[in-house]
């Protein structure tokens, strides 16, 4: 009688559980897995063209075509990389290179100075020494930077890269851009200056300065 009993209540138990729809009892449904991703006839008919020309390659080299048509498939990587690298180079380096925004305040000589520097440079040009005047012109006016801003400069700084320092403002870069290319061209193409270039030097100079030149 109690076996029948237990028998019973385990019945009820199992058809209790068997009643709630979250478990699972019923198999699930065979899934078929996906099929092979076609590979289209003319992406196949490459490959077959590239093992003929590169497997003989590969096995001179000791690599079957598998192998070697990884080797392939990296160093073609390589190459796309390179050549946008070399496309958008110029790019990046315009952004990286890109001046900031110029101070409200920009720095530019003291007046006594620059009309000290315009004075000595003055009496070169006016013995027709326009080159030594010129670079006199360059050398103090890169001093006035160095000793007023030290951190714009380190020892091996051109006046090139001045004229390019985001620092100063457009018309500092332009004084510098003037007076380098006219160094340059005295000191290494052996071309003498005359009263053009140091006009050109002297009028830079002086908007850069603030200044206003004497007669």
Do not use: C
Request: cysteine-free; aromatic content about 8%.
């Amino acid at each position: 009688m109690a076996g029948t009993t237990a028998s019973r209540d385990a019945a009820s138990d199992w058809e209790a559980v068997r009643s709630v729809g979250d478990i699972q009892f019923a198999p699930l449904a065979r899934v078929k897995p996906p099929a092979n991703p076609q590979i289209p006839d003319w992406l196949r008919k490459l490959g077959e063209v590239l093992e003929s020309v590169f497997a003989p390659i590969g096995k001179l080299l000791g690599m079957s075509w598998p192998v070697f048509e990884k080797v392939l498939i990296a160093l073609a990587i390589v190459l796309v990389l390179f050549v946008l690298w070399r496309i958008f180079r110029p790019l990046i380096e315009t952004w990286l290179s890109r001046p900031a925004e110029a101070p409200e305040e920009s720095w530019a000589p003291a007046e006594a100075e620059a009309l000290a520097l315009l004075g000595d440079a003055d009496r070169l040009a006016a013995e027709g020494r326009f080159a030594a005047a010129v670079h006199l012109l360059l050398k103090r006016s890169v001093g006035q930077i160095r000793d007023a801003r030290p951190d714009w400069l380190h020892p091996a700084t051109t006046a090139r890269e001045i004229s390019t320092l985001p620092m100063l403002p457009p018309n500092g870069r332009e004084t510098f851009a003037t007076i380098a290319a006219r160094v340059e061209r005295s000191r290494f193409a052996l071309r003498d200056l005359d009263q053009d270039d140091w006009n050109a030097a002297r009028e830079a100079y002086a908007r850069f300065a603030k200044v206003e030149l004497r007669a």
